[in-house]
């Protein structure tokens, strides 16, 4: 029914940024909150960032806060996840996720997600 696809990711050296995108296959985006998850090899899938279907409202992972920055554009039905001073342990698969309503921090809340984007920190 949906469908998410994100992209650029990319090879960054330690200290070096990169702009994720997530667009959405939906018409109804903007009652849609958006989150972005990361999963390294042999690791949970962990919570990142999200953007609520309340305008203006972010939500950030203690690892991230201060460096990353998601925010969404409703009339391009996609969501960014700006990443400043990537560090060697951002390195992950990136996926974007999507549901109705309040966003939350699990995974398992979360019922459509796209492929992922590889983010690849060098040190």
């Known amino acids: 029914q949906v469908q998410l696809v994100e992209s650029g990711g990319g090879l960054v050296q330690a200290g070096g940024s990169l702009r994720l995108s997530c667009t959405a296959s939906?018409?109804?985006?903007?009652?849609?909150?958006m989150a972005w998850f990361r999963q390294a090899p042999g690791k949970e899938r962990e919570f990142v960032a999200a953007?609520?279907?309340?305008?203006?409202?972010?939500y950030y992972e203690d690892s991230v806060k201060g460096r990353f920055t998601v925010s969404r554009d409703n009339d391009k039905n996609t969501v960014y996840l700006q990443m400043n001073n990537l560090k060697p342990d951002d390195t992950a698969v990136y996926y974007c996720?999507?549901?109705?309503?309040?966003?939350?921090?699990?995974?398992?809340?979360?019922?459509?997600w796209g492929r992922g984007t590889q983010v690849t920190v060098s040190s």
């Open positions: 953007s609520g279907w309340v305008g203006d409202t972010t």
């Open positions: 996720a999507a549901r109705v309503g309040s966003a939350y921090e699990m995974p398992e809340r979360y019922n459509t």
């Open positions: 939906v018409s109804t985006f903007g009652t849609y909150s």
